[in-house]
């Protein structure tokens, strides 16, 4: 077995939403500092393996999920954010769409669950830090990026994009900007269909025109 770099950790940020509300994935943690609380998912690096590949193994080891798009997003140095030792964490996240994925709970973990974003309470270390990072890298990611592109169908009215925005940013979005706004950045393409059925008026589908 490879060794570990003492000082150097890696941890998830994984968002998804279930009905309209923005949750997190977080682990129960089966080992000391912090037993039994509920943390984001992370841990160490081996010797042999770069930092992203670290992340997607612990995170599979951890909660059972594997072949995500991971972005590293930051790096929390502080010299007291872990009680025991100096340990600098990279952070990674990402968008899932929860019902695709079986959760299992395994190494380091005595249980893995979805949490409401707006609900959660203190996290151990600065972990609801980790997670303001992230929530703010997404918000400014949003309109550059289709960060999104595991929350859509391949097709979608632009509705359905827009009420995505809505609920991620928490606050509206005037519908002739947003149309505007996000064919202006290339960030979709009009198709030549039509939504079919519904009590509403058939509107054009979209696909998105970036892949990330």
């Given amino acids: 077995m490879a060794d570990i770099i003492p000082n150097i950790s890696i941890d998830v940020a994984l968002f998804g939403f279930k009905g309209i509300k923005l949750e997190v994935l977080l682990i129960k943690r089966d080992k000391k500092p912090e037993m039994d609380q509920w943390s984001l998912p992370g841990g160490y690096v081996y010797m042999d393996e770069s930092i992203k590949d670290a992340a997607k193994r612990r995170l599979k080891e951890l909660t059972g999920i594997t072949k995500l798009y991971l972005s590293q997003i930051a790096l929390f ?3 007291n954010r872990y009680p025991t030792r100096r340990l600098v964490s990279v952070l ?3 968008l899932i769409k929860p019902e695709q994925f079986k959760l299992i709970a ?3 973990a005595k249980d893995v669950e979805w949490f409401k974003v707006s609900e959660l309470g203190k996290l151990p270390f600065d972990h609801n830090e980790m997670i303001n990072t992230a929530m703010l ?20 009215p632009l509705n359905q994009m827009q009420n995505l925005f809505t609920q991620f940013l928490g606050e509206a979005i005037d519908n002739r ?12 393409e009009k198709l030549n269909e039509k939504t ?6 058939p509107a054009f589908l979209y696909k998105l025109k ?3």
């Fill in 137 to 156: 890298w997404f918000k400014n990611e949003i309109w550059r990026e289709p960060i999104f592109i595991n929350l859509l169908p391949q097709k979608f």
């Fill in 92 to 94: 990674f996240c990402a």
């Fill in 77 to 79: 140095g502080d010299t």
């Fill in 196 to 201: 079919k059925g519904g009590q509403q008026r």
């Fill in 106 to 108: 395994g190494s380091d």
């Fill in 177 to 188: 900007n947003f149309r505007k706004k996000v064919i202006s950045q290339e960030l979709v």
């Fill in 210 to 212: 970036r892949t990330i």
